[in-house]
């Protein structure tokens, strides 16, 4: 099987030849963000505050420490919740783990937006990190929103055009 690469700013062609089980791996700029920073990010945009350039973005559900990045379950309520907004706000790839509902499927699809896993091995994505900073709510300490360059992060696709890994 072939691993695709993804850039960003990703487009909306490259999210709709993706498919359910497709390994890819991410280059470019890619955010963090978790439980304390997304609702605050959420409710920042529907504020009119425009802290980043969420289009064609790539997030990944993960604090950043001196030990690196792992990550954490998208399926909690105050990441999941955040999901559909992030999408429509031009977010097209989300990043973690876990098994998100149908219903945030559906709007994932309806945004053209894919949900990708990736294995929780902090060294192995921490290798991917050429930089970071923090790019929004530095009060949160590492669940801070940290804008990376990354190199390679790898990933399969868990849910894509309206299916989802079961």
């Known amino acids: 099987?072939?691993?695709?690469?993804?850039?960003?700013?990703?487009?909306?062609?490259?999210?709709?030849?993706?498919?359910?089980?497709?390994?890819?791996?991410?280059?470019g700029t890619m955010y963090t963000g978790r439980d304390?920073?997304?609702?605050?990010?959420?409710?920042?945009?529907?504020?009119?505050?425009?802290?980043?350039?969420?289009?064609?973005?790539?997030?990944?559900?993960t604090a950043v420490?001196?030990?690196?990045?792992?990550?954490?379950?998208?399926?909690?309520?105050?990441?999941e919740e955040?999901?559909?907004?992030?999408?429509?706000?031009?977010?097209?790839?989300?990043?973690?783990?876990?098994?998100?509902?149908?219903k945030t499927v559906e709007v994932l699809n309806k945004y053209k937006s894919v949900f990708i896993v990736t294995p929780p091995a902090a060294a192995l994505l921490t290798s991917r990190v050429i930089s970071r900073k923090v790019a929004a709510f530095p009060e949160e300490g590492m669940e801070a929103i940290y804008k990376l360059e990354v190199s390679g992060i790898p990933g399969i696709v868990a849910a894509a055009n309206g299916e989802s890994i079961h």
């Open 1 to 27: 099987m072939n691993i695709k690469q993804i850039k960003t700013p990703i487009i909306n062609s490259t999210i709709q030849d993706l498919k359910v089980g497709d390994r890819i791996e991410l280059y």
């Open 36 to 61: 304390a920073a997304l609702p605050k990010l959420v409710k920042s945009i529907k504020n009119g505050e425009k802290l980043l350039d969420l289009e064609g973005s790539a997030l990944m559900h």
């Open 65 to 79: 420490s001196q030990a690196g990045i792992s990550p954490t379950t998208s399926n909690k309520e105050e990441i």
């Open 82 to 102: 955040s999901l559909p907004f992030l999408a429509r706000s031009g977010v097209k790839m989300h990043i973690g783990k876990g098994k998100l509902g149908m």
